[in-house]
């Protein structure tokens, strides 16, 4: 059958991955992923036809299935099949009671196993939506939004906060997805679609502080102990959370991996003096940082790579990360932990993690704390100590183009501060940029997921100097993009009104020549450039 999908930074030649995805996901994975989309689609249409609000169940189940599809989630083909019944199962139910219930393409599944789902991909995927290749790029703007939203929507949900109004729009647009809309539609629908990433990170940062408390100023060490560990990757806190408190007065240290990093400096996390430190760098490298930590490893999200034997027994995956042949443990029980005493006990028989670095790393500047710190960073302005900020937030990669943000880090002047989220800090998170008047030059957010720091800090200081237009602010846009949460992210700030972003290491290349054009005329996006000349361009307003 062949795979077609566009969907991250990373394919095959920036035309798109059509045999096997550079993530590692072959063509079954791939159509499984094509199919699983579609079922959800066809549940939001049947959604649409009940009166009333969407129920929530339809809009966690969407989020979930959206969530599996994003890149480096799930590469576990019976977990797909079993989530596409899980689908399939809600759209039924839903069916049953409507009056006219829908018929999209109802009589076309042909049972429900694997290979009743293959025969299906042949006709569905990203090339259906649209024969019109512009209209084809809109609506693919407009689901990879949707596929970032649905990892910050399931993360609030884990925690127990919920929007229906984004719920509800999952369901309008997945269902505009299907029909034959106009170019001024779809636009319409991919800005409706950032109002919601706004919404949605907002959701998320509630849902994280008012669990774990606003995050600190911290300094996480980068080095090992003497007892055997226990490394966990991906984004979950309420993994996390569950994992310490299962490895308390056990001999057990618990390190973050890329992502996690973050967590350090949650003040709920900060009581269990086993919670050590971060160990290693960005995902793409998890395949050797993972073989010398030594022990159990657990993935709580995406920014999964190819699992090598070298750590296969000793890995496992749980909520919607999946990978074929690794242990997944179980969701939690209503109003209970997951179980993490697999792990524990095999932690014990393993040896401490090998050391690979030695220092330490500097985070907790998301919105409160530098909030907090307002006068400070405004007095710097208006002395010129502070001359721009410059905003460096989104993914990393594995790609050798992505060199650029650790040489656009160290060419900055030091009269600059860089604000960042996501795992492209570590494109420059361990380089010695120093400090203006105390404010290191290198403020780190979070995670992805609290990219939302970074739009409140900026219109927060709009708001501060009196100015009209966030535009206006002393900072530029320098973002680094891989998958679907940063297509998100990215829709959010055009939802804000930002403008003049430069996108790298390469534009999406789901964009085609006519939209690129509409992004450049409406908000001055634009690809990044040579290393010297995008730094003097930032640094002229440009």
Known sequence: MGMSCNQCQESILSTGCTARGVCGKDEMTAKLQDVLVYATEGLAVSAELLPGQVERSVGQLVSESLFVTVTNTNFDEDAIVEQIRKTLAMRDALNARLPHPSTQDVALWSGSSREDFLLKAITVGIESLSENEDLRSLKSLVLYGLKGLAAYTDHAAVLGYHDDDIYAFYVKALVALTRDLDADELTD???????????????????????????????????V???????????????????????????????????MLPAHSYPAFKKYSHFVGNYGGSWWSQDKEFDSFNGPILMTTNCIVPVREAYRKRMFTTGLAGYPGLKHIPARAEGASKDFSELVELAKSCAPPKEIENGKIIGGFAHNQVLALADKVVDAVKSGAIKRFIVMAGCDGRH???????????????????????????????????????????????????????AVIALKLKDVFGMEDINELPISFDIAWYEQKAVTVLLALLFLGVKGIRLGPTLPEFLTPNVVSVLVEKFGIKPIGKVEADVEAMMAGA
Do not use: F, W
């Open 225 to 259: 102990g003497n007892n055997p560990g226990i490394l966990i990757s991906g984004h979950d806190l309420r993994d996390l959370a569950d994992l310490l408190e299962q490895t308390e007065g056990k001999g057990v240290d618990v390190y973050t991996h890329c992502e």
């Open 400 to 454: 050798a183009s992505r060199h650029y943000y650790t040489d656009v880090a160290a060419a900055l002047p030091k009269d600059t501060v860089i604000l960042t989220a996501g795992c492209a800090k570590y494109r420059y998170n361990k380089l010695e940029l120093g400090d203006i008047g105390g404010i290191p030059r290198v403020l780190d957010a979070g995670q992805c997921n609290d990219s939302y720091s970074l």
């Open 189 to 223: 629908l991919v800005m409706e679609t950032g109002g919601s990433a706004v919404k949605a990170m907002a959701l998320l940062d509630r849902a994280n502080t008012e669990t774990y408390g606003n995050p600190e100023i911290t300094e996480v060490k980068t080095g």
